[in-house]
């Protein structure tokens, strides 16, 4: 499968980007996730295109990063057919989940996976009491790992944990020293370090 990013910089129009995808999934004989992610590109995608791009064939769902949880039970509403929403933001995981997400693609699950997958167990469960106590557990954590430019303070949670070096490529730099402590206070609440 290919997650296929909303167009950047030159910022289309709802017809521009439903046009673009539609070229990118007839070029190609994958599974294509909608990526809506309006914070790093500066467009976004709408409901009703979401809703009109479901019904090509090679369109399998959305990773909605807009942080908007509403946008789930209008895409359940006004989507007919197979058609996944998975929401591309950690911290409102839970509240999408809740208006009909099927799940997350997680910066978090790099650094506490074990309590990602318990946190989207109760969900998967109908268990929102302790939905609602993993998210209480995690909710510093998914902030604090937007603190500095992403990925930069999850590669450094990854060094603190041992597992890589936090270096990054440019333009990207260290994650500034400025926002470690929290990081690090989030990593121990979190139950990770």
Not at 3 to 30: C, I, K, W
Not at 38 to 65: C, F, M, Q
Not at 138 to 143: A, N, Q, R, T
Not at 171 to 188: E, F, G, Q
Request: contains cysteine; glycine residues 8%; charged residues 15%.
């Amino acid at each position: 499968g290919a997650l296929v990013v909303t167009p950047y910089y030159n910022r289309p129009s709802q017809a521009g980007m439903q046009a673009h995808f539609e070229a990118v999934a007839d070029a190609v004989q994958l599974p294509i996730l909608l990526y809506n992610v309006p914070g790093r590109t500066g467009v976004d995608l709408a409901n009703e295109t979401v809703a009109a791009l479901s019904a090509h064939p090679n369109i399998v769902g959305v990773k909605d990063a807009s942080g908007d949880v509403a946008r789930a039970s209008w895409m359940r509403a006004n989507i007919d057919g197979a058609f996944d929403l998975i929401s591309g933001d950690d911290s409102s995981y839970l509240g999408y989940a809740a208006h009909g997400g099927v799940g997350v693609i997680s910066v978090t699950s790099n650094v506490a996976p074990e309590a990602m997958v318990a946190l989207h167990g109760a969900i998967q469960a109908g268990d929102f009491a302790a939905a609602r106590s993993w998210q209480e557990r995690l909710i510093g954590l998914h902030k604090a790992l937007f603190l500095d430019n992403s990925p930069s303070p999850t590669k450094y949670a990854l060094a603190k944990l041992g597992l890589c070096t936090e270096e990054v490529r440019l333009p990207l730099s260290l994650t500034a020293d400025a926002v470690k402590p929290a990081i690090d206070k989030a990593l121990a609440e979190a139950g990770v370090a």
